[in-house]
């Protein structure tokens, strides 16, 4: 049962979709953040050229420290509030707003420009401490230079940049969106053709798909393709199955029909008791039809469905002849001379028991009902990488002429012969599913053999 558990297409489209924002998420914030340092960068720069520039015009006058802060100084960016102070060595302001007290690191001005954050007159400031140094002998020989710009020019500015970066991010990831939904929706295209291809098919039509795929599809349409080639075989093999059944029991079943006619208007009992015969081998000939009919049908299934297994083809055999030769009730069999002879080794071949056995059985039943009237041996023997298994018999054997038709199904039969001619097709068709061979010979007294040649299994 095939559940259908959302669309593909849906699913695919959404985790793009997430990948896409959850990027152009990670690509904000690391703009936010550079435009926030590079803000900060820029503004320190110019906070610091303004210290530096009063710093310059700091110096010591006899005992007293003069400033002449330059008016540059201050020619900031609109919206900018600066305030500064310039302190004596002892600490003192004696320039610039005389509230503006903040710490200063006497210890640390060596290092130069001294940066960090403040608040001044409920604004958020940033504040640059600079030291010149007096000539003077003193404890802190500095003339202190501190500087506050408020920070909201910085921000706006940061803002504006992360602003302006939030659009082309957000239109970038929009069409990136899109772009990436149509490329999924052509990318999935295929397979909607190839459900099209097989809506649109008659359901008799097993035809492989023909047309162009991704390498991606290319192993769904072949195995697509492999299931329909195999889904025709065994249609086929039905099919023949049927055809052959019609064809073969509708003379035999005609037959019988007008015996029991016959025999049903009969008074005369010689009469009667001969159409009861002909009747009873009617009956017999067509269950031995009917049974080769169906076990052809099984021997051409399992030649593509069995899994051959390692097993021993001389206990096969052997076995196979102990259960014929105790249930055969068509003759006398206490006369016969029945032998086996075989290697002390298993026989090992790779192949299905149940066609094995099947091809054994029809040898055997024809070596029974058709020759054999004093001996029938086995002989099996290793010649070469194979196994020979050689059945021979003191009967009549087989024409050379008709040892080629009789491995074809239904092929014509000499003399008074019952049933589908179907022994020795399966036979071979038994040989061909294994890599084998179907042979007739004679041994060296003259008698007539069928030999299965079989290849050995390879020895683990």
């Known amino acids: 049962m095939i559940v259908a558990r959302g669309s593909l297409y849906t699913r695919l489209a959404l985790r793009v979709s997430m990948v896409i924002a959850a990027s152009a998420a990670v690509l904000l914030g690391a703009i936010w ?3 926030q340092v590079a803000a900060n960068e820029a503004y320190d720069r110019l906070l610091t050229g303004n210290a530096l520039q009063i710093a310059e015009n700091t110096w010591l006058q006899g005992d007293s420290v003069t400033v002449d ?7 900031l960016t609109p919206g900018v509030r600066t305030f500064y102070t310039v302190l004596d060595p002892q600490g003192r302001s004696i320039a610039g707003d005389p509230d503006f007290k903040p710490d200063i690191p006497w210890e640390r001005l060596s290092e130069g420009p001294l940066l960090s ?36 020019a910085r921000l706006s500015f940061a803002k504006s940049l992360s602003g302006n970066a939030l659009i082309v991010i957000a239109v970038m990831a929009i069409l990136t969106v899109m772009a990436s939904t149509f490329t999924l929706y052509q990318t999935l295209a295929p397979l909607e053709r190839i459900e099209q291809a097989l809506a ?71 009469r009667k008791h001969a159409h009861l015969a002909r009747l009873r081998s009617l009956t017999s000939n067509l269950g031995r039809q009917i049974g080769q009919l169906i076990n052809h049908a ?6 593509d469905s069995a899994i051959p297994v390692c097993l021993d083809i001389a206990e096969l055999v052997r076995g196979e002849m102990a259960e014929m030769l105790s249930s055969w009730h068509d003759r006398d069999l206490q006369a ?9 080794l298993p026989c090992l071949v790779d192949g299905d028991a149940t066609t094995l056995r099947e091809a054994v059985r029809n ?39 008709s040892q080629a038709s009789v491995r074809a199904p239904f092929s014509p039969r000499s003399g008074n012969r019952a049933g589908g001619s179907l022994g020795l097709s399966i036979v071979e068709q038994v040989m061909a599913a294994h890599g084998g061979a179907l042979l007739f010979s004679q041994d060296e007294a003259g008698r007539f053999a069928v030999v299965l040649r079989l290849r050995q299994a390879a020895q683990g």
């Open 200 to 270: 649109a098919r008659d359901p008799n039509d097993l035809a492989p798909l023909a047309m162009e795929v991704p390498a991606e599809i290319h192993a769904l349409v072949s195995a697509i393709n492999g299931f329909m080639q195999r889904l025709a075989l065994h249609q086929g093999l039905l099919r023949r199955v049927i055809g052959d059944a019609a064809h073969q029991l509708r003379t035999p079943v005609a037959a019988l029909v007008s015996q029991v006619e016959l025999l049903s208007g009969q008074a005369d009992e010689t």
């Open 33 to 35: 953040y550079t435009t």
């Open 363 to 401: 040898i055997l039943d024809n070596a029974l009902l058709y020759g054999a009237p004093g001996l029938l041996h086995v002989d099996i023997k290793a010649v070469g990488p194979d196994w020979e298994v050689r059945f021979i018999d003191d009967g009549p054997g087989i024409p050379a002429a």
């Open 69 to 75: 802060v330059p008016v540059a100084a201050f020619m």
């Open 117 to 152: 954050d403040g608040v001044y007159q409920d604004a958020e400031v940033r504040i640059v401490v600079l030291g010149r140094r007096l000539a003077i002998d003193q404890a802190h020989p500095w003339a202190v230079v501190a500087v506050a710009q408020t920070k909201t």
């Open 336 to 344: 016969l001379d029945v032998g086996m002879d075989m290697p002390a």
């Open 298 to 303: 099984m021997v051409q299934h399992r030649a």
